[in-house]
């Protein structure tokens, strides 16, 4: 097999569109001699700018001659670059503009190099002149005369996949963009990203390639950099219309509608690719597309659906362990705690290292209110290879919280040396540091943190730890009236933390346990402003929770509500803000649902005294609003059921 090296074509015109199409033929000609046979590598070499805030790719602006690719290609081997495999030959080439314009939409004037590396001379050097008329000759016609120089023999074409000559620029563009999103040289502020592929769709439609490489793009600058989902999910449906749809194009939707948080829309695109109108190009990729469908339903709430989807994953040994941990969700969600528990243990039996099930299981003892439980399922966690920064996030969190210290460092420290770019990971690293009385190491870790990107974002956190690191004392009287406030002299405590809030004036937490005594106090219009004023600063876990009850008793129940919705959607594993938030829809009159939730919290955390007197409530409540009030809320209910069922099956198909 011959190991050829590729160089990214030279252009001497200035526009990014020029060096996009440059660098798109130079991996149009690298896939298709690997087709032929060839070790072919792109060496892409790019550089940071000198904030470090992103990457471009480096580009040639003239031909390169032969000894110039010699040593181009000798050189980035003997700096130690990511240049693998002993080659024998590179291949160089120049794009320029037909015509005096600046412009390659009139055609392009094409030059290939092929250059022997051992003794720096050229095998062959080829031209063509690629135009509306010409190109679906001319381009094949030159990449078969480099196959040629490369000893490499020529079974079939190279097909541009496209009869108009735009399209297959903006292909090109496009295929270099996949390059530039994958070695992270696309800016986070770069728009029109996608109008190549959409030009392209719209200009040919026939064009079943334009889909394929958008959905590529999509993949790439989503799910592995981290871009904005809605507007990809936009442009690729938008292709999807022009074109028409396949597989691999409802998957990606899918996975774009899981990134923008709509897993109703992600599920319908799943559920597209298991009712038979498109085949998988493997029977296995099937019953991935099945278990995608549940973890989506299970996001949607809908976990009936789920189950019922999940039981074609379960088939896949491959799959199995995964489908088992999606089953227990939805059987969480159904608020069946001890099947999914027994569950989550079963897919721990068969995988001992489900990084998925452990943090199920820790998140399920977490919000029960086992401690010991989730603790134990936090460590295990830790110490498995390969852990999403996520989950190194959520154990970390966990055990500063809970006040495990060594645990809590352990944790910390294994997050930032995995994650050094997050600047949360140096910030829990800082937090444990802290209660541990290793106030100068914290601070190194607060310097560190500063340097991340996102680090704006926690501004309030950061400010905190420095002051912990500064002047610990405070933070210890902090914590000490933090207690008392819960539970201590509400009046002398409220003095206290005025106290501390006129040396301090940012120190939101403690401004946080203010409103709290004030509540105590039923100071309720004061403690209400205290809140409001902090959810307009902060994110603060409890905000919400606590404004649920003091709008609660100012008789705004609107109010009390929504806050409950916020509570809740921001975790919605706590049952004790599922309670609140059936509280608060009873006290809006909305009986059902507070019947609905009240049992979902219920079922969650049994034998709660607080939900099962709401329970008690609700239902006194239901018999006051006397039979004909109750059939009319079953019927209203059986007739949405009715409906559903009508919207899935059609019109045409009543009885099935």
């Not at 200035?14 to 590598?41: F, V, Y």
């Not at 000198?50 to 290609?73: K, Y």
């Not at 999606?326 to 069946?336: D, M, P, Q, T, W």
């Not at 452990?358 to 029960?368: E, F, G, I, M, S």
Request: proline share 4%; charged share 30%; aromatic share 6%.
């Amino acid at each position: 097999m011959t190991s050829v090296a590729l160089i990214p074509f030279s252009t001497r015109l200035e526009q990014d569109q020029a060096a996009h199409i440059a660098r798109g033929l130079t991996l149009e000609l690298s896939d298709w001699l690997k087709a032929r046979g060839a070790d072919p590598m792109v060496l892409t070499s790019a550089q940071t700018d000198e904030d470090g805030a992103w990457r471009r790719l480096v580009s040639f602006a003239d031909e390169l001659s032969a000894e110039t690719v010699t040593e181009f290609v000798t050189g980035l081997a003997r700096d130690g670059e990511n240049v693998s495999g002993d080659f024998k030959v590179a291949v160089s080439g120049l794009i320029e503009a037909l015509g005096a314009e600046p412009s390659l939409d009139r055609g392009l004037a094409v030059t290939v190099s092929v250059t022997d590396l051992g003794g720096a001379f050229s095998r062959g050097r080829f031209t063509a002149e690629a135009t509306q008329t010409t190109f679906r000759e001319a381009v094949p016609a030159l990449f078969r005369k480099v196959a040629g120089a490369l000893g490499l023999e020529v079974a079939s074409e190279y097909d541009p996949g496209t009869k108009h000559f735009q399209v297959w620029l903006n292909l090109l563009v496009t295929r270099a963009l996949i390059l530039a999103a994958e070695v992270g040289a696309v800016p986070r502020d770069a728009t029109g990203l996608f109008e190549p592929a959409l030009e392209a769709a719209s200009l040919d439609p026939a064009c079943q390639l334009v889909r394929d490489r958008l959905g590529e793009l999509c993949q790439v600058l989503v799910l592995e950099r981290g871009f904005e989902a809605k507007d990809a999910a936009g442009a690729l449906e938008t292709v999807m219309r022009k074109v028409g749809p396949d597989w691999k194009s409802h998957r990606v939707r899918g996975q774009l509608m899981l990134a923008a948080g709509q897993p109703s829309d992600a599920a319908k695109a799943f559920c597209q690719l298991l009712q038979g109108r498109y085949e998988a190009p493997d029977p296995r990729e099937k019953q991935q597309a099945a278990l995608m469908a549940g973890r989506a339903f299970n996001m949607a709430e809908r976990h009936l659906e789920a189950q019922r989807v999940l039981r074609l994953a379960m088939d896949a040994e491959t799959l199995k362990v995964e489908a088992i941990v999606e089953s227990a969700a939805s059987s969480a969600g159904l608020g069946e705690a001890a099947i999914a528990e027994r569950l989550w243990r079963r897919a721990l039996e068969l995988e001992p290292n489900s990084i998925s099930a452990r943090l199920h299981l820790a998140r399920h003892y977490r919000a029960r209110g086992e401690a010991e439980k989730a603790a134990e399922q936090y460590s295990a966690l830790v110490r498995l290879p390969a852990l999403p920064r996520e989950v190194f996030a959520d154990a970390a969190e966990y055990f500063v919280v809970n006040q495990l210290p060594k645990e809590a460092l352990d944790a910390a420290e294994r997050y930032a040396a995995e994650f050094p770019g997050d600047a949360i990971a140096h910030l829990l690293l800082a937090s444990a540091l802290n209660t541990e009385g290793r106030h100068k190491r914290a601070m190194e870790a607060l310097d560190r943190a500063e340097l991340c990107v996102g680090v704006s974002e926690m501004e309030d956190l950061v400010r905190r730890q420095r002051r912990f690191a500064s002047h610990p004392d405070t933070e210890h009287r902090f914590r000490k009236l933090a207690g008392e406030a819960l539970d201590g002299d509400a009046k002398a405590t409220e003095a206290a933390l005025r106290e501390l809030l006129e040396k301090h004036p940012d120190f939101i937490e403690a401004r946080m346990f203010l409103g709290i005594t004030l509540r105590r106090q039923q100071r309720w219009a004061e403690a209400r402003d205290v809140f409001e004023d902090l959810r307009s600063r902060s994110s603060l876990p409890g905000i919400d929770k606590e404004l649920t009850g003091i709008y609660s008793q100012l008789n705004n129940p609107a109010k009390a509500l929504e806050c409950a919705r916020r509570a809740m959607e921001a975790a919605p594993e706590d049952a004790t803000l599922i309670t609140n938030y059936a509280a608060a829809l009873l006290e809006n009159g909305e009986i059902d649902d507070a019947m609905r939730y009240a049992q979902r919290a219920d079922m969650l955390m049994p034998g709660d005294e607080p939900t099962r007197k709401l329970l008690d409530l609700i239902e006194l409540r239901m018999r006051k609003r006397g039979l004909i009030g109750n059939f009319r809320a079953v019927f209203k209910e059986a007739t949405g059921w009715w409906k559903a069922t009508r919207r899935r099956k059609g019109p045409d198909q009543p009885g099935k």
